[in-house]
């Protein structure tokens, strides 16, 4: 079975563009959650995404955004990029059900704000 | 609220050496506990995981114990080799209804011949 997918993997945008990320869970999988990964707050849940519906969110500004599509695939968005917002994006799939626990992550895309 | 406490890296060792990284959490209930791990350029990867109190995770040589009455889930591994360098975050969730995952802010493991 084909993992996680991210696409781009690495991206440089400059301040106050905006920018669209892309993952691609495992077939057959319904859930799909982003982080962001920085070296001074590690690891923070963004969002989490269920049957196209947002089933958690995180402490993030409104400048991040995201959806899922029919197929499971997900995007998110972030408007108006900040130099903060520099960071690896993890995506991350499971199965959704209320017994799975395991979660595969995406190799990541790593944005770059200039 | 929940949350998860490391120590702080990096862990330096010789191969061959045991290995512990230590692990509290904050939690109210019976959360689910995992040790993720991530090697250089890449993402996560589970490494193991724990559901219940007493649960023993363990993979690769890794394990872990969920211990509820110290809040506690240590990694430990009897003999480490070069291959074991990376960065290994513990985490938590509540299954059921969510997915989120609760990280610690992660310990990196330098392994040197």
């Known amino acids: 079975k084909a993992g996680v997918t991210q696409t781009p993997r690495y991206l440089i945008k400059t301040r106050g563009q905006q920018v669209t990320l892309s993952c691609s869970p495992i077939?057959?999988?319904?859930?799909v959650s982003w982080y962001q990964q920085t070296p001074g707050q590690g690891l923070q849940f963004l969002f989490e995404?269920?049957?196209?519906?947002?089933?958690n969110k995180g402490n993030f500004p409104g400048r991040f955004s995201g959806r899922q599509f029919s197929n499971s695939r997900s995007e998110m968005n972030v408007s108006t990029l900040e130099l903060g917002d520099s960071a690896l994006y993890l995506c991350a799939s499971s199965p959704g059900t209320a017994i799975s626990y395991e979660q595969y992550f995406g190799p990541g895309t790593r944005l770059t704000v200039t | 609220g929940n949350s998860v406490t490391q120590m702080e890296g990096p862990v330096t060792l010789s191969e061959e050496a045991f290995l512990t990284i230590n692990c509290t959490y904050t939690a109210t209930g019976y959360p689910s506990l995992f040790w993720y791990v991530q090697y250089p350029g890449e993402g996560l990867q589970l490494l193991l995981k724990?559901?219940?109190?007493?649960d023993k995770g363990s993979n690769k040589g890794f394990e872990a114990t969920y211990r509820k009455e110290t809040t506690s889930f240590h990694l430990e591994k009897g003999s480490v080799q070069v291959s074991d360098s990376a960065v290994y975050f513990c985490?938590?969730?509540?299954?059921?209804?969510?997915?989120?995952?609760?990280f610690g802010t992660g310990t990196r493991l330098q392994v040197f011949p």
């Open positions: 985490a938590l969730n509540y299954p059921g209804g969510t997915d989120k995952l609760i």
């Open positions: 724990a559901t219940k109190a007493d």
């Open positions: 077939s057959g999988h319904r859930s």
């Open positions: 995404y269920f049957s196209e519906t947002q089933r």
